[in-house]
T-cell receptor, first 113, second 112 residues
């Protein structure tokens, strides 16, 4: 049974600072890693995907993957109030497998103006 | 239309009713999914279809019955549900089960 662990928060960060969100996963053979943002009452929205060890940057977002430590993180630079949401870490899957994404419970992020 | 579209957006049904949720994707993807999201619980994967074939059924009760007539459409047939089945039901699609998934707006289901 795959597990994805996240600190549920809330994580409170002042506007303009860096928000750091963390995620660990249990299945060593996992190959694909994703970060989703979910606003209250809305569906999850993909913001980053990462498949290889190291950092991947997209605008204000940086995803970091360390497969040896089974750890994925998301950094949000220059945090804005509109970044306040729940951030979901998702992990998939065995190579060639067909088992869909496993999600963590999410971290509730609050950006304080 | 673009993306993943779900209907209805809201549904209230009695425990003896039969209803269906519909999902349509316009992304040319080969895999489609049903997820359940309840308060204070992580998203739960219910069913996976890849190239119209069901590949995962995560011990979902038989009162939930999926149908995938083609790679663009996915249904979830509901019958004799329980109040604890009230949740947000999300459809998603992806190119294959190991790539990023895109979600529809969800159906907020209330069982009374």
């Amino acid at each position: 049974q795959k597990e994805v662990e996240q600190n549920s928060g809330p994580l409170s960060v002042p506007e303009g600072a860096i928000a750091s969100l963390n995620c660990t996963y249990s299945d060593r053979v996992s190959q694909s890693f994703f970060w989703y943002r979910q606003y209250s009452g809305k569906s999850p929205e993909l913001i980053m995907s990462i498949y290889s060890n190291g950092d991947k940057e997209d605008g204000r977002f940086t995803a970091q993957l360390n497969k040896a430590s089974q750890y994925v993180s998301l950094l949000i630079r220059d945090s804005q109030p509109s970044d306040s949401a729940t951030y979901l870490c998702a992990v998939n899957g065995k190579k060639g497998g067909a088992d869909g994404l496993t999600f963590g419970k999410g971290t509730h992020l609050i950006i304080q103006p | 239309e673009t993306g993943v579209t779900q209907t209805p957006r809201h549904l209230v049904m009695g425990m003896t009713n039969k209803k269906s949720l519909k999902c349509e994707q316009h992304l040319g993807h080969n895999a489609m999914y049903w997820y359940k999201q309840s308060a204070k619980k992580p998203l739960e994967l219910m069913f996976v279809y890849n190239f119209k074939e069901q590949t995962e059924n995560n011990s979902v009760p038989s009162r939930f019955s999926p149908e995938c007539p083609n790679s663009s459409h996915l249904f979830l047939h509901l019958h004799t549900l329980q109040p604890e089945d009230s949740a947000l039901y999300l459809c998603a699609s992806s190119q294959d089960p190991n790539t990023e998934a895109f979600f529809g707006q969800g159906t907020r289901l209330t069982v009374v």
